[in-house]
């Protein structure tokens, strides 16, 4: 059965400008970093608030090698069963169950009906903590997935996934963690597939001027952060240019989830 939204991986081109961008200005904690020696990449984890992302990086990558988020990754405590009833409801296959080349865990990759890579994990290493404190960022608050059928999108990860729906049905949970699913509009016409993940602040434009000031000591400019997607909201980018929405809290959302 999946029983947690673990993490969106992330391929940087840079590990330690990445490190300090999520560590330094967003207060990010190291919970697990390995180099694996047969496929030459760092693999590193980092809890945000509640939060995990992973970042990925070959040394040997090439100067033009693509960057950014890759996959999205779902806990499950019996691997081999809910991959092979995936397989069964028609989901394509990318890889067949194996032990993780960490050496913790098996996994296995799947591609949803948009294409999108998702990666199934099992492991016994609980890598979350207690959630990470930090001056303007009171939380995580989801990942998000802009999508073509978004119908096929709600049936995959809430039926064959498992995960929850609240009021706004374009919302998902799953222990804990949060998955916005954004149907794709004239509007969202040019935006990736994973678009982006959401941090929540007491203030989006006072957090964006801070973070992103932060980032050169310069005041800030258009090109370090965005209009407001939506009201209450702001984004700055991570130096692969991967979006970070900063979203207002509101009283019922000061805890983590």
Not at 157 to 172: K, N, P
């Amino acid at each position: 059965m999946f029983y947690e939204l673990n993490h969106f991986g992330i391929v940087v081109r840079d590990l330690d400008a990445s490190r300090a961008f999520y560590e330094d200005l967003l207060g990010a904690r190291t919970v697990f970093h390995r180099f694996v020696e047969s496929t030459q990449t760092h693999v590193l984890y980092l809890q945000l608030g509640n939060g995990l992302i992973e970042l990925l990086n070959s040394p040997q990558q090439g100067e033009g090698a693509a960057t950014g988020i890759t996959h999205i990754a779902f806990m499950t405590d019996d691997l081999d069963g809910d991959y092979a009833a995936l397989l069964d409801a028609g989901i394509e296959m990318i890889s067949e169950p194996r032990a993780a080349s960490t050496g913790v865990g098996r996994l296995a990759f799947v591609r949803d009906p948009n294409g999108i890579r998702v990666e199934l994990l099992q492991r016994d290493l609980v890598m979350r903590g207690e959630p990470v404190e930090h001056p303007l960022i009171a939380g995580f608050d989801h990942y998000a997935l802009t999508v073509d059928d978004a119908h096929s999108a709600h049936d995959f990860y809430a039926g064959l996934i498992g995960m929850r729906t609240g009021q706004d049905q374009g919302r998902l949970s799953l222990g804990g963690q949060v998955l916005e699913l954004r149907p794709r509009t004239p509007e969202l016409a040019n935006d990736p597939a994973f678009s982006h993940f959401a941090l929540r602040v007491h203030d989006a434009r006072s957090a964006r001027g801070a973070l992103a000031a932060g980032l050169s000591g310069e005041p800030v400019d258009d090109e370090s952060v965005e209009d407001e997607p939506v009201e209450g909201a702001a984004v700055i980018r991570d130096p692969d240019g991967v979006a970070i929405v900063l979203v207002e809290s509101t009283n019922e959302k000061e805890g983590e989830r």
